[in-house]
């Protein structure tokens, strides 16, 4: 089992050398791997309070598999999604075409700046956006401007403090350490998300609530690679060069982790659970 915390962080000075780089642009596994996501998964907690004909804003879509299923679950409504990078624009417009998804449309934009007027939409939702950024307080009072009296923001990132590993994994644990520590320097905070409920109330939200869940890799023969292939493509690119770079790890040492995590993931059995922390708040 890991544990980690923010003292972690600033115990070694890890504050980022650049201030949100997010640092898995382009990476063709990961965007792989979003678009398997799905409203269901990622988005229980906000989907039990959308209504056939609200207008939702989902910030930071990516390539929109999440967001056609917040446009199918409110019907006739609308469901705007927007992100900063063009390319995850085009390909959410090319993937609601591709599921028949009409109510859905797609911008270009900034989370700091939102480009619609005060009071736009009935709900707000956000997942793995928060995490990368500098300012995620800044983000969610902007995300509150456009909300209408009696609606809500749903929030859901991963909290890379509390990952459960069976059988243990030293490897694996000092690959979340390295992953962690390079996060932190290209300026994301991969502990932040336990304390959503928070930071929703500091940007002005009331009530709000909180919950999380354990969502595993623990069945059958694969689970074990599933889970070290998904932390190797969060790894692997700008992360694993600034963790050499800065001295933390040396090229052969990430290859010996590697090696060991292959042979731990042959075993059967196996387990990794990650967490993933939501946050809801209203606007009064």
Known sequence: MTVMSESDIDARGLRPATRERYSHTGDTGLDADLVRRTAEQRGRFFLQHLRPGMR?????CGPGAVTVGLAQAVGHGEVVG???EARQVEAARALAIQRGV???????ASVYELPFPDQSFDAVYSQALLLHLAEPGEALKEMRRVLRPGGF????????????????SAALDRLVSLLTRGMAFYGANPFYARHLRPMLHQAGFQPTEAGGEIYGFGSGD??????????????????????????????????????????WSQQPDTFVGFTLCWGLGWVR
């Open 82 to 84: 927007v992100d900063i």
């Open 222 to 263: 694969a689970a074990g690679r599933q889970a070290v292939e998904q932390l190797r493509i969060r790894f692997q690119g700008p992360i694993q060069r600034a963790v050499i770079e800065q001295q933390w790890a040396t090229e052969a040492e990430i290859d010996a982790l590697y090696g060991d995590l292959e042979t």
């Open 102 to 108: 009409g109510n859905a449309r797609f911008e270009t």
């Open 56 to 60: 939702v804003l989902d910030c930071g």
């Open 153 to 168: 923001a749903g929030v859901a990132d991963g909290d890379l403090g509390f990952v459960l590993v069976a059988p243990p």
